[in-house]
C-alpha cells in the first residue's frame, strides 16, 4: 500500500477522481436549490351590470320581444392572475335555439372565461317573451310627388311585383295598413323607370318596422301629353262610275288616340278631315291615307289609315209614285206642284245587288224646302235620302217646280 502511495502516478489518478466526485456533488447540489416560493391563494372579484348576448334565436320565425333582466352580476373565484385574464371574449350568452311563442324562463351560460375560474351568474336564470313571426301578403301603392312638365299628365304607375309580403310579430299583425313607395315627377317629359325602396304605415301614416319581401320594387310611370280615344271618321265623295255601286267598306283603323292640349280633346267626340273620292270607280280598290294633324293637335296613333273598297256591278229598282214632300211652306202661302204634276214621281234606285234587293219605298224620301220663297213660280232642288251604299239612278228627276200663291182667307156671313 506505502508503495503504491509513493508511486507519482497512483496519486495523480486518486486526485483526478477525488476531484470528478467533488464536482459531481457540487453540480447535484446547485440543481436541488429550490426556486422562489409562488403563492396559490384564491381571490374572488365581482362584475356589475353585465350585458347578456343572445345566440340562436330563429329570426325567420321568431321574434325577442323582452329579457328580464337585462342585465346581471358575475362572481368570479380563482387566481388573481386568471381574473386578470379576462376580456372582450368572456361573455354571458343566452341559447334561444329551442324556445317557442310565449314566456320562459332559460339558464344563462358562460363563455371563453380562463381556465381556473368559478364563474357564478346572478340571477341565474331569465325570464324571456317569445312572439311567432307571421306573414301577410299586401298590395304596393305609390305616391307621385311633384307634377310633370307643363302640359303632360301622368299615367297610372306600373308596379313590378305589385304585392309584398310583410313579416311581422303577431301581435301587431293588424298595425300595417299600407306598403308605399314614393317617386319623383316633377317636371318630368317622359316616362320614368326606377327602382324605390318600400316602407310599412301603420293607419295614422307612421312607419312601422317590418320585414319585407321584397323590399325593393321596380317602378314605371308613363308622362305623356293629354290624350284621348275617338272614332276616326273618313268622309266618301262622288260614286263609282255609272253600273258600279260600293256595297262594303273596311276601315283599319276604326278608332285612333289624339294628344294634344286638353282644352281640345274635351270639345272632340271624333276625329275628322280625311276623304275618298269615289268618282269613276269599277273595281275594288284600297286607299292608305296620312292622318291629318289639326290645329292644337300634337300627334295621332296611328298615323295612317287604311279603307278597303269593294264595288260591284249595279242593279236598279223603281219605286212608282212617290209622294214629293214640301217643308218650309208658311201659313200665308200654299203650293202648287207644276212638275212633277200632283207632287208624285217616280224613283229609281241603284246599288249592289244584296243591296237594292232589302230596299224599300219607306226607306227612301224625296223632299223640296220652300223656306223664305216669295210668291211665284219656282224650280227647287229635290234632296233625296236612302240608306248606306245606294245611289240614285240618272233619269230620275232631280228638281220640281212649283208655283207659290197667297193664301186666300175664307170669307165668313
Given at each position: 500500500?506505502?508503495?503504491?502511495?509513493?508511486?507519482?502516478?497512483?496519486?495523480?489518478?486518486?486526485?483526478?477522481?477525488?476531484?470528478?466526485?467533488?464536482?459531481?456533488?457540487?453540480?447535484?447540489?446547485?440543481?436541488?436549490?429550490?426556486?422562489?416560493?409562488?403563492?396559490?391563494?384564491?381571490?374572488?372579484?365581482?362584475?356589475?351590470?353585465?350585458?347578456?348576448?343572445?345566440?340562436?334565436?330563429?329570426?325567420?320565425?321568431?321574434?325577442?320581444?323582452?329579457?328580464?333582466?337585462?342585465?346581471v352580476r358575475l362572481r368570479v373565484r380563482g387566481?388573481?392572475?386568471?381574473?386578470?385574464?379576462?376580456?372582450?371574449?368572456?361573455?354571458?350568452?343566452?341559447?334561444?335555439?329551442?324556445?317557442?311563442?310565449?314566456?320562459?324562463?332559460?339558464?344563462?351560460?358562460?363563455?371563453?372565461?380562463?381556465?381556473?375560474?368559478?364563474?357564478?351568474?346572478?340571477?341565474?336564470?331569465?325570464?324571456?317573451?317569445?312572439?311567432?313571426?307571421?306573414?301577410?301578403?299586401?298590395?304596393?301603392?305609390?305616391?307621385?310627388?311633384?307634377?310633370?312638365?307643363?302640359?303632360?299628365?301622368?299615367?297610372?304607375?306600373?308596379?313590378?311585383?305589385?304585392?309584398?309580403?310583410?313579416?311581422?310579430?303577431?301581435?301587431?299583425?293588424?298595425?300595417?295598413?299600407?306598403?308605399?313607395?314614393?317617386?319623383?315627377?316633377?317636371?318630368?317629359?317622359?316616362?320614368?323607370?326606377?327602382?324605390?325602396?318600400?316602407?310599412?304605415?301603420?293607419?295614422?301614416?307612421?312607419?312601422?318596422?317590418?320585414?319585407?319581401?321584397?323590399?325593393?320594387?321596380?317602378?314605371?310611370?308613363?308622362?305623356?301629353?293629354?290624350?284621348?280615344?275617338?272614332?276616326?271618321?273618313?268622309?266618301?265623295?262622288?260614286?263609282?262610275?255609272?253600273?258600279?255601286?260600293?256595297?262594303?267598306?273596311?276601315?283599319?283603323?276604326?278608332?285612333?288616340?289624339?294628344?294634344?292640349?286638353?282644352?281640345?280633346?274635351?270639345?272632340?267626340?271624333?276625329?275628322?278631315?280625311?276623304?275618298?273620292?269615289?268618282?269613276?270607280?269599277?273595281?275594288?280598290?284600297?286607299?292608305?291615307?296620312?292622318?291629318p294633324l289639326r290645329q292644337d293637335v300634337s300627334?295621332?296613333?296611328?298615323?295612317?289609315?287604311?279603307?278597303?273598297?269593294?264595288?260591284?256591278?249595279?242593279?236598279?229598282?223603281?219605286?212608282?209614285?212617290?209622294?214629293?214632300?214640301?217643308?218650309?211652306?208658311?201659313?200665308?202661302?200654299?203650293?202648287?206642284?207644276?212638275?212633277?204634276?200632283?207632287?208624285?214621281?217616280?224613283?229609281?234606285?241603284?246599288?249592289?245587288?244584296?243591296?237594292?234587293?232589302?230596299?224599300?219605298?219607306?226607306?227612301?224620301?224625296?223632299?223640296?224646302?220652300?223656306?223664305?220663297?216669295?210668291?211665284?213660280?219656282?224650280?227647287?232642288?229635290?234632296?233625296?235620302?236612302?240608306?248606306?251604299?245606294?245611289?240614285?239612278?240618272?233619269?230620275?228627276?232631280?228638281?220640281?217646280?212649283?208655283?207659290?200663291?197667297?193664301?186666300?182667307?175664307?170669307?165668313?156671313?
Amino acid at each position: 500500500m506505502d508503495k503504491w502511495l509513493r508511486n507519482p502516478n497512483v496519486v495523480r489518478v486518486i486526485a483526478l477522481t477525488l476531484g470528478i466526485l467533488l464536482w459531481v456533488v457540487v453540480h447535484y447540489e446547485q440543481q436541488s436549490t429550490p426556486g422562489p416560493i409562488v403563492s396559490n391563494t384564491s381571490t374572488s372579484q365581482e362584475f356589475e351590470n353585465i350585458s347578456i348576448e343572445t345566440v340562436g334565436l330563429n329570426e325567420a320565425k321568431y321574434l325577442l320581444v323582452s329579457i328580464e333582466p337585462t342585465n346581471v352580476r358575475l362572481r368570479v373565484r380563482g387566481s388573481s392572475s386568471a381574473i386578470k385574464k379576462i376580456n372582450s371574449t368572456s361573455k354571458v350568452q343566452l341559447d334561444l335555439s329551442n324556445v317557442k311563442s310565449g314566456d320562459q324562463a332559460i339558464k344563462l351560460s358562460h363563455v371563453g372565461f380562463p381556465s381556473g375560474l368559478s364563474v357564478e351568474i346572478i340571477p341565474s336564470m331569465v325570464i324571456v317573451r317569445i312572439e311567432e313571426k307571421l306573414k301577410k301578403e299586401m298590395p304596393v301603392e305609390v305616391d307621385l310627388k311633384g307634377t310633370p312638365k307643363d302640359g303632360y299628365v301622368a299615367g297610372t304607375p306600373i308596379i313590378q311585383p305589385n304585392r309584398v309580403f310583410v313579416t311581422i310579430p303577431e301581435s301587431r299583425i293588424d298595425i300595417v295598413q299600407s306598403i308605399r313607395g314614393e317617386i319623383d315627377i316633377t317636371n318630368a317629359d317622359a316616362t320614368i323607370s326606377k327602382q324605390i325602396k318600400l316602407v310599412a304605415y301603420d293607419n295614422n301614416g307612421v312607419k312601422v318596422d317590418v320585414g319585407m319581401e321584397p323590399s325593393v320594387v321596380n317602378i314605371e310611370v308613363p308622362i305623356t301629353e293629354p290624350s284621348k280615344q275617338m272614332t276616326l271618321q273618313v268622309q266618301l265623295l262622288g260614286a263609282p262610275a255609272d253600273g258600279y255601286s260600293l256595297v262594303k267598306t273596311v276601315q283599319i283603323p276604326q278608332e285612333v288616340t289624339v294628344y294634344g292640349k286638353q282644352a281640345l280633346l274635351d270639345e272632340l267626340e271624333f276625329y275628322d278631315g280625311l276623304t275618298i273620292d269615289l268618282t269613276g270607280m269599277k273595281a275594288d280598290n284600297t286607299v292608305t291615307l296620312d292622318i291629318p294633324l289639326r290645329q292644337d293637335v300634337s300627334r295621332v296613333e296611328p298615323n295612317k289609315v287604311e279603307v278597303k273598297l269593294t264595288i260591284v256591278p249595279s242593279e236598279r229598282i223603281t219605286f212608282e209614285q212617290m209622294n214629293l214632300v214640301i217643308t218650309g211652306l208658311s201659313e200665308q202661302h200654299i203650293a202648287e206642284f207644276i212638275n212633277p204634276p200632283g207632287g208624285a214621281l217616280d224613283v229609281t234606285v241603284e246599288g249592289a245587288p244584296e243591296v237594292v234587293s232589302g230596299v224599300k219605298a219607306d226607306d227612301i224620301d224625296a223632299i223640296i224646302d220652300i223656306t223664305n220663297l216669295p210668291v211665284g213660280v219656282h224650280e227647287i232642288p229635290i234632296a233625296y235620302s236612302f240608306p248606306s251604299y245606294v245611289k240614285i239612278s240618272p233619269g230620275t228627276l232631280t228638281t220640281a217646280s212649283v208655283e207659290i200663291k197667297e193664301a186666300v182667307e175664307e170669307t165668313v156671313e
